[in-house]
């Protein structure tokens, strides 16, 4: 899809769901927290074609910047999501994306450092656009086992454009297992191999 065919794409989207979530942001990116930077809405149409994210299921969008995932997949999906943001600036825009957004009613935001977050048991679904370092990624699933544990149920996760830190990170936990991966590399120039979304799941 050419750069600009895809910039129309999502304005569009944006239009459509009554949200505003273009652009980049890194003022508050450090080595540990990543820049905002949203998930093309090709690669969550994707996402919610595979049918893994259903009407029923509770989605946790790990560094949700200003909303994208959690407005589009509960839209697309009739999901309840939840975002967690860090960025005091960049939750107020998902809160004000919120309030106007179509799917408004079953997404909820959280301003919260991630690491920290205890995971609500309801959550069977998690979303990550490479939001944080490795070393936050292990809290996080830690967080994610604690509450799995305390009530074991199917948890899918889900990594966009996950960096080999990531994968060698997700190989070592025991508890995981790899599941599915989503090819995108044709929505772009089709030779970035981390064009993908990757799946793991605990059962």
């Given at each position: 899809?050419?750069?600009?065919?895809?910039?129309?794409?999502?304005?569009?989207?944006?239009?459509?769901?009554?949200?505003?979530?273009?652009?980049?942001?890194?003022?508050?990116?450090?080595?540990?927290?990543?820049?905002?930077?949203?998930?093309?809405?090709?690669?969550?149409?994707?996402?919610?074609?595979?049918?893994?994210?259903?009407?029923?299921?509770?989605?946790?969008?790990?560094?949700?910047?200003?909303?994208?995932?959690?407005?589009?997949?509960?839209?697309?999906?009739?999901?309840?999501?939840?975002?967690?943001?860090?960025?005091?600036?960049?939750?107020?825009?998902?809160?004000?994306?919120?309030?106007?957004?179509?799917?408004?009613?079953?997404?909820?935001?959280?301003?919260?450092?991630?690491?920290?977050?205890?995971?609500?048991?309801?959550?069977?679904?998690?979303?990550?656009?490479?939001?944080?370092?490795?070393?936050?990624?292990?809290?996080?699933?830690?967080?994610?086992?604690?509450s799995w544990?305390?009530?074991?149920?199917?948890?899918?996760?889900?990594?966009?454009?996950?960096?080999?830190?990531?994968?060698?990170?997700?190989?070592?936990?025991?508890?995981?297992?790899?599941?599915?991966?989503?090819?995108?590399?044709?929505?772009?120039d089709g030779?970035?191999?981390?064009?993908?979304?990757?799946?793991?799941?605990?059962?």
């Amino acid at each position: 899809m050419s750069g600009r065919s895809m910039e129309q794409e999502e304005n569009q989207w944006d239009r459509l769901l009554k949200i505003k979530t273009m652009g980049r942001d890194d003022s508050n990116a450090d080595q540990y927290r990543y820049p905002y930077e949203p998930t093309p809405y090709a690669v969550l149409e994707r996402l919610a074609n595979s049918g893994w994210i259903r009407k029923g299921d509770t989605l946790l969008d790990y560094g949700c910047g200003k909303g994208r995932v959690d407005c589009y997949l509960s839209y697309q999906t009739r999901c309840h999501s939840i975002g967690v943001e860090y960025d005091p600036r960049i939750y107020e825009a998902a809160a004000e994306n919120q309030k106007t957004a179509v799917s408004g009613g079953r997404t909820e935001f959280v301003l919260a450092d991630a690491g920290e977050f205890p995971v609500p048991e309801a959550v069977n679904r998690a979303y990550f656009f490479n939001p944080f370092s490795v070393e936050l990624l292990q809290k996080v699933i830690h967080r994610i086992l604690d509450s799995w544990y305390e009530r074991p149920r199917e948890i899918r996760l889900f990594f966009y454009y996950p960096s080999d830190e990531y994968m060698a990170y997700l190989m070592t936990v025991e508890e995981l297992m790899f599941a599915d991966e989503i090819d995108c590399r044709d929505l772009f120039d089709g030779k970035d191999a981390r064009e993908r979304i990757v799946e793991f799941m605990l059962e």
